[in-house]
C-alpha cells in the first residue's frame, strides 16, 4: 500500500504559479512511476503529466507543457508539480498516483491521493 497526501493548491490569478507536492508513505516510492491528473467539473479526470522513478523520463499534456514542471525527490518521497503561467482553464482538482508502469489512462495507476483544488481567476 502506498498512501498520497497532495498539498499546495489553492487561489491565484490567471498568469500565476503554484507547486504542488504529493508526499508518499507505505511501501517503496522509489519502486513507482507517479502521475498527476486532474478533474474539472463535469469533465472527465484527465492526464497531467507523469515521471518515471529515477526522473529519466517525464511525459506532458500538450496542454500543460511548457508551463508545468514534474519532478520528484526519491529520498523525501515526495513528487512535484511546479505550474507556471496559470490559466482559468487548468480550475480543477489536481490528484497524484503511484502506478508501476507509465501510462496516461487513469486504470494503469493503483494508489490516489485524495486531491486538492485549484482555482484560477481571469
Known amino acids: 500500500q502506498v498512501q498520497l497526501v497532495e498539498s499546495g493548491g489553492g487561489l491565484v490569478q490567471a498568469g500565476g504559479s503554484l507547486r504542488l507536492s504529493c508526499a508518499a508513505s507505505?511501501?517503496?516510492?522509489?519502486?513507482?512511476?507517479m502521475g498527476w491528473f486532474r478533474q474539472a467539473p463535469g469533465r472527465e479526470r484527465e492526464f497531467v503529466v507523469a515521471i518515471t522513478r529515477s526522473s529519466g523520463a517525464t511525459y506532458y499534456a500538450d496542454s500543460v507543457k511548457g508551463r508545468f514542471t514534474i519532478s520528484r525527490d526519491n529520498a523525501k518521497n515526495t513528487v512535484y508539480l511546479q505550474m507556471n503561467s496559470l490559466k482559468p482553464e487548468d480550475t480543477a482538482i489536481y490528484t497524484c498516483?503511484?502506478?508501476?508502469?507509465?501510462?496516461?489512462?487513469?486504470?494503469?495507476?493503483?494508489?490516489w491521493g485524495q486531491g486538492t483544488q485549484v482555482t484560477v481567476s481571469s
Open positions: 498516483a503511484a502506478g508501476g508502469y507509465y501510462s496516461r489512462r487513469p486504470s494503469a495507476y493503483n494508489y
Open positions: 507505505g511501501q517503496t516510492f522509489s519502486n513507482y512511476v
